[in-house]
């Protein structure tokens, strides 16, 4: 593959909340779960993408997130898998969906992000990276993203082969799609087949259907542990077993097919080609117990705060809540969002500098905090000085931030994901020493994703924290003269 594979559709937040059941509720008759471990992965369109990185592919997904905690979480298992993320503004909240299960069984499976609001447009850079797909996934959960005008009219206009996996509230696919991949129940709703007659003849009956009415190529059915069906050339249909006989977690299993099938087809493979490796790929993935082995469960004696990403308000009573509030009445007005990024350990009148500076350039001003974790990575074991709790609020203190968000990669790459600054500010010490045929900021590249601008500000020579720290050393503990 040359170009990246691109997912496209509605991304959700799942989370699994596991436990154990041993008695009922007293004042109704419904059992109390008694939460032991919490998971949360990418749904939708976002465990598309997961499941293609996870196969060592370039990955682009282009999605629809709000201001909010649940999309700061998905940034940040997206990016930290390897997907690059083309975030398209979303009104409202981002859908989540939340499963109480015990014993493997799902109890209870509880929606959130209510009424489906009409997304925004996408940058000029999505549309550019859908133009250079070598094969692209509509992974459509109803919610809006595939019905976007622009981003329909790039799906109509592409040379790549498009897999179609449609769902009953969205619309039709853009004609001309390499495959459709509507699992049998969808199949029968998109089409209001009455599924009459044996099993398979029923099926075949309503794909050539819908192939013939969203002018398609081809569609295959997903039949769960009986394989997919596949209408394709107006002959026979070609049917598709399984390998063997599975046992496990089928949620996201049509997503696995769909883009295992995708895959397949960017490196060339025939459609029916295609189906039998994505039949192959989706059985192994339901043996593994489908998104189990994905991520890890969190343990309730855990803090509950998000992995990467933590966020305090300017007045130090802010959660992530307030900070997305924030976010979101900036860009209501038409605001300018600004943000900047680094240690700020041993905060400094060079960092006050930077800060007023970034803090003129626009409407809101947030730093990107370096966590403890990735301070010591970045500058050995012997840092931070401070610790990032601390850190934290002597930024949030100061007149000129308005929300601190701490991060735990190396770089504030998820971060910057979810807030989508319009600027990017870093001190112009940055500009020293840096490689004349590679003058940009690392994140100047992600930054312009979403029509956003890396700016550097005037930075206050002859301070920093390292030649504080070392000119205490130098003097056994004592600050010399130059740097009281």
Avoid at 458 to 463: I, S
Wanted: charged share 20%.
């Amino acid at each position: 593959m040359s170009g990246p594979l691109v997912v496209l559709g509605d991304t959700l937040l799942d989370r699994d909340i596991d436990g154990t059941v041993d008695r009922l509720c007293p004042d109704a008759p419904a059992p109390v779960l008694d939460e032991r471990s919490a998971t949360d992965r990418p749904g939708g369109a976002g465990l598309a993408a997961l499941l293609a990185a996870a196969d060592g592919h370039d990955v682009v997904l282009v999605t629809a997130l709000a201001d909010d905690p649940a999309a700061a979480r998905l940034t940040a298992l997206l990016t930290s898998a390897g997907v690059r993320l083309h975030p398209i503004p979303l009104p409202g909240a981002t859908p989540e969906k939340i499963r109480l299960r015990a014993q493997g069984q799902t109890l209870l499976r509880l929606d959130r992000g209510g009424h489906i609001q009409p997304c925004g447009e996408p940058s000029a850079a999505t549309l550019e990276v859908l133009a250079a797909a070598e094969a692209i996934l509509v992974s459509d959960y109803g919610r809006g993203v595939a019905r976007q005008p622009a981003l329909r009219q790039a799906l109509a206009a592409t040379s790549a082969p498009v897999v179609w996996d449609p769902h009953p509230r969205g619309p039709a696919a853009v004609p001309g799609c390499r495959l459709l991949t509507p699992n049998e129940r969808e199949l029968f709703q998109l089409t209001a087949d009455a599924a009459t007659g044996p099993r398979l003849s029923g099926v075949a009956r309503s794909a050539r259907t819908l192939r013939d009415r969203w002018r398609a190529a081809a569609v295959a059915v997903t039949l769960g542990g009986d394989g997919s069906l596949l209408c394709h050339n107006g002959g026979a249909p070609l049917v598709v077993p399984a390998p063997t006989a599975t046992v496990g977690d089928t949620c996201g299993a049509g997503d696995r097919f769909a883009s295992a099938a995708a895959r397949a087809l960017a490196q060339g493979a025939l459609v029916s080609e295609a189906v039998e490796e994505a039949v192959r790929v989706a059985s192994a993935y339901v043996a593994a117990d489908g998104p189990a082995a994905l991520t890890a469960p969190t343990p309730v004696a855990d803090d509950r705060a998000t992995p990467g990403v933590a966020i305090t308000g300017a007045a130090g009573d802010g959660g992530r809540a307030a900070a997305s509030a924030m976010l979101a009445r900036v860009r209501a007005n038409q605001g300018t969002l600004v943000a900047t990024g680094g240690c700020f350990d041993l905060l400094h009148t060079g960092h006050l500098a930077t800060l007023q500076a970034a803090r003129r350039l626009g409407d809101c001003l947030i730093v990107c905090l370096n966590s403890d974790r990735s301070v010591a990575d970045l500058k050995g074991p012997d840092r931070p000085i401070t610790p990032q709790a601390d850190r934290a609020r002597l930024l949030a203190a100061l007149d000129c931030v308005d929300a601190v968000v701490i991060f735990d990669e190396p770089t504030p790459q998820a971060v910057l994901s979810w807030l989508r600054p319009d600027i990017w500010v870093k001190g112009g010490d940055y500009a020293r020493g840096a490689d004349p045929d590679h003058p940009d900021l690392p994140e100047a590249a992600q930054i312009r994703g979403w029509g956003g601008q890396t700016v550097l500000v005037p930075y206050l020579h002859g301070h920093s924290t390292s030649s504080t720290i070392a000119a205490l050393r130098a003097d056994g503990g004592h600050l010399t003269e130059g740097r009281r």
